[in-house]
């Protein structure tokens, strides 16, 4: 982290509904959050296609209920998954736009552009989002923008990230650092808090609960005086979040209008599909402060009117499953830090969802009461956390009070499947998620062949299939002892910047072979 770079350096919270570009002001000695142009401190990640231009942003998800299979949002619930993935599979049938199989397994979004048919990966889509951060910030800073760090979910795999940073290298920027939102939290918070006279501990433990529009990312960290933040612990759900809860909303909807109208189904067209998500999102905000929300769309469908009224009771029924599962998460992830709930010095609330009353109840509850951190401002502390970490990165921090170290945890278990004969078994955990870099570990394995493949995947799946292939090598001509065994020693050593090397060595002969994986 000591390599310095030229230029200016912005942080952005790519969100999966939300995105978010900040910079750090060295002569105003504060993070600053770049407005969009309408004058906003968050851009929706949606984007729209027609026949003459493409639009981002606020325009894009203005016009949704008019051009609903060509608005394309949720990307980041896309990108770096297969398309037979389950997940893409269930969330497409929620999706006014398109998606088919593309290229390697990827997804692709179809739409019309310009009078003609398009696809597009993924990353394509975020550079796109990406590029308008750029874009917005440049015009606000008045100059270039060169580098980013861009914020992701701590409990990406390697493939999102890597298809993350393609999407910043498309959209012309430099990525600096992939940094894990919670993190990012944490940093914005220890440079707010670092100098606070009541901070008397040496080190602090932070809990930063993320609970966002797609995806729910719960952190455990320590904060010490000095500004070294650790990673103890991280856990969460890629597919958790206000989208879920809109989903509810509108699933409760269509079956209403069902009701009201002997079994008429809205499903399957679009344009009704698209303003429904509209006012059950704004209806959902609505119960945050209010006690009941009226839903009322005039003809949304076959001509017939459609009115409701929630209240806010009804809405924690639909969605109690999920508030359950983010406080199981919750504990999960003290249980993997080995801490109990009192060792939590401070808890600290992000994410737009964590508005919701409930949430915020079930969480105090479940510290026993204590008062929530929600000093940070919930939509925007990623973003400064990836400001201050860019302009750390750019050497444009010398005025920055305190200074914040990073310590990291791999966010995904990495381990072998070792294939003799042909016949590839299942995957052996060697580093389970959660451990903190560097790292190493060995193990041995006796092979009762001549030959033995040993294959590195990441993920947290027995069955290899479902997790990631990250390289392969192979041991051949090993000598057999008088038990018919060769006894192999296999080595995973993971540095601080996260570059993971397995070796293999038979220990009779000391034949050794190793690979090298940088993008872990
Ligand atoms: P992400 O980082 O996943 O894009 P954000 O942290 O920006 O998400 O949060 C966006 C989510 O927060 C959306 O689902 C939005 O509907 C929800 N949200 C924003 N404000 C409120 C509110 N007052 N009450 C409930 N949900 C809200
Ligand atoms: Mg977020």
């Given amino acids: 982290?000591?390599?310095?770079?030229?230029?200016?350096?912005?942080?952005?919270?790519?969100?999966?509904?939300?995105?978010?570009?900040?910079?750090?002001?060295?002569?105003?000695?504060?993070?600053?959050?770049?407005?969009?142009?309408?004058?906003?401190?968050?851009?929706?990640?949606?984007?729209?296609?027609?026949?003459?231009?493409?639009?981002?942003?606020?325009?894009?998800?203005?016009?949704?209920?008019?051009?609903?299979?060509?608005?394309?949002?949720?990307?980041?619930?896309?990108?770096?998954?297969?398309?037979?993935?389950?997940?893409?599979?269930?969330?497409?049938?929620?999706?006014?736009?398109?998606?088919?199989?593309?290229?390697?397994?990827?997804?692709?979004?179809?739409?019309?552009?310009?009078?003609?048919?398009?696809?597009?990966?993924?990353?394509?889509?975020?550079?796109?989002?990406?590029?308008?951060?750029?874009?917005?910030?440049?015009?606000?800073?008045?100059?270039?923008?060169?580098?980013?760090?861009?914020?992701?979910?701590?409990?990406?795999?390697?493939?999102?990230?890597?298809?993350?940073?393609?999407?910043?290298?498309?959209?012309?920027?430099?990525?600096?650092?992939?940094?894990?939102?919670?993190?990012?939290?944490?940093?914005?918070?220890?440079?707010?808090?670092?100098?606070?006279?009541?901070?008397?501990?040496?080190?602090?433990?932070?809990?930063?609960?993320?609970?966002?529009?797609?995806?729910?990312?719960?952190?455990?960290?320590?904060?010490?005086?000095?500004?070294?933040?650790?990673?103890?612990?991280?856990g969460g759900d890629t597919h958790l979040g206000g989208e879920d809860f809109d989903t509810s909303l509108i699933n409760y909807c269509i079956n209403e209008f069902k009701k009201k109208n002997t079994g008429v189904d809205i499903r399957g067209n679009p344009r009704a599909l698209g303003r429904l998500k509209v006012a059950c999102e704004k209806a959902k905000r609505d119960l945050s402060s209010t006690i009941f929300a009226p839903i009322e769309i005039d003809c949304l469908h076959e001509g017939i009117d459609f009115s409701t009224k929630i209240s806010r009771a009804k809405f924690e029924e639909l969605n109690a499953t999920y508030f359950d599962k983010c406080i199981q998460l919750l504990e999960e992830c003290l249980r993997d830090g080995n801490m109990k709930k009192k060792d939590v010095d401070e808890v600290v609330v992000v994410g737009g969802s964590s508005r919701i009353p409930k949430i915020q109840r079930m969480v105090e509850e479940f510290f026993d009461g204590k008062t929530l951190c929600r000093s940070l401002n919930g939509d925007k502390a990623v973003a400064s956390g990836a400001a201050i970490l860019a302009a750390r990165l750019s050497g444009n921090d010398d005025d920055m009070k305190n200074d914040v170290v990073l310590l990291d945890v791999i966010p995904c278990s990495l381990g072998i499947s070792v294939k003799v004969n042909g016949v590839s078994g299942n995957m052996d955990i060697i580093i389970p998620k959660n451990r903190s870099i560097p790292t190493s570990k060995k193990i041995t394995l006796l092979v009762n062949q001549t030959r033995v493949d040993i294959i590195v995947y990441q993920g947290e799946n027995a069955k290899v299939m479902d997790n990631i292939l990250l390289g392969e090598f192979e041991l051949t001509g090993l000598t057999l002892g008088p038990d018919r065994k060769s006894k192999i020693e296999v080595c995973f050593s993971l540095d601080t910047n996260g570059i993971l090397l397995v070796s293999a060595e038979e220990i009779s002969t000391r034949q050794r072979k190793s690979i090298t994986i940088t993008k872990i």
């Fill in 1 to 234: 982290m000591s390599k310095k770079v030229k230029g200016t350096a912005i942080g952005i919270d790519l969100g999966t509904t939300y995105s978010c570009a900040a910079i750090w002001l060295s002569r105003k000695k504060r993070v600053e959050i770049i407005p969009n142009e309408q004058g906003n401190r968050i851009t929706p990640s949606c984007l729209a296609f027609n026949d003459s231009e493409l639009l981002v942003g606020e325009n894009a998800k203005n016009q949704i209920a008019r051009n609903p299979a060509n608005t394309v949002f949720d990307v980041k619930r896309l990108i770096g998954n297969r398309f037979s993935d389950p997940q893409v599979q269930n969330d497409m049938k929620m999706w006014p736009f398109k998606v088919m199989k593309g290229d390697s397994e990827k997804p692709s979004v179809v739409v019309e552009f310009k009078g003609e048919e398009k696809k597009f990966a993924p990353e394509e889509l975020s550079a796109m989002v990406l590029k308008k951060m750029k874009e917005t910030a440049e015009l606000f800073l008045g100059k270039e923008v060169k580098n980013a760090v861009i914020t992701v979910p701590a409990y990406f795999n390697n493939q999102q990230r890597e298809e993350t940073k393609e999407a910043g290298t498309r959209a012309g920027l430099n990525v600096l650092h992939l940094l894990n939102e919670p993190t990012a939290a944490a940093i914005a918070y220890g440079v707010d808090n670092l100098s606070d006279e009541n901070w008397n501990k040496d080190k602090k433990t932070v809990l930063v609960f993320d609970l966002g529009g797609g995806t729910f990312d719960v952190s455990l960290l320590t904060i010490s005086k000095k500004g070294v933040i650790e990673v103890k612990a991280v």
